[in-house]
């Protein structure tokens, strides 16, 4: 019973789609820790610069002081070390810009792939083949475009030939 249980989870696991999973997680494990680390490194030091020297990774609100040191606490790990209850304003707002960078990412990523799809079905539209047959105006067969008489009706197709209603 667990043999089985094994070799069928070794089949699952080797399976190709669990696979790709795998590799795509890790890949966007990795993303993550970039775009986190571009949050953070890149883009909030700026902007705090612009809004008039805030530290985003140090804005945050005391709801309750520590039991061993009263604030104000200098940053948000003094406060944490302390002992404080912080409301972490400024760790949230990075967590929603990484969270928009990543967002548009897969925007990007998806509607570059539907770009390729929507290119791609149109080149199979433009590649499909021209037909060879016909159909017969009397009988409905399938014949040679170049055939002037139906093999199956043995009507006349010449261009002259006019069909009756």
């Known amino acids: 019973m667990?043999?089985?249980m094994l070799t069928e989870f070794k089949k699952f696991a080797m399976r190709g789609n669990v696979m790709d999973?795998?590799?795509?997680?890790?890949?966007?494990t990795a993303f993550g820790k970039i775009v986190d680390s571009l949050v953070k490194d890149i883009i909030m030091p700026p902007l705090g610069i612009l809004l008039g020297k805030i530290d985003f990774a140090n804005l945050f609100v005391v709801l309750k002081n520590g039991a061993e040191t009263a604030g104000p606490y200098v940053s948000l790990e003094a406060?944490?070390?302390a002992g404080a209850v912080t409301l972490?304003?400024?760790t949230f707002l990075n967590t929603i810009i990484s969270f928009i960078i990543v967002a548009f990412a897969?925007?990007?990523?998806?509607?570059?792939?539907?770009?390729?799809?929507a290119k791609l079905e149109a080149k199979e539209e433009t590649t499909t083949p021209t037909?060879?047959?016909?159909?017969?105006?009397?009988?409905?067969?399938?014949?040679?475009?170049?055939?002037?008489?139906?093999?199956f009706c043995t009507a006349d197709l010449s261009p002259k030939t006019k069909r009756k209603a």
Not at 21 to 28: E, H, K, L, Q, Y
Not at 106 to 117: A, D, E, H, P
């Open 2 to 4: 667990l043999k089985n």
């Open 21 to 28: 999973m795998a590799v795509g997680i890790i890949i966007g």
């Open 79 to 81: 406060a944490k070390a």
């Open 88 to 90: 972490n304003i400024g």
């Open 106 to 117: 897969v925007f990007m990523l998806i509607k570059g792939m539907n770009s390729l799809q």
């Open 131 to 151: 037909p060879t047959t016909k159909k017969c105006p009397y009988c409905c067969s399938d014949i040679p475009l170049e055939a002037v008489k139906c093999p």
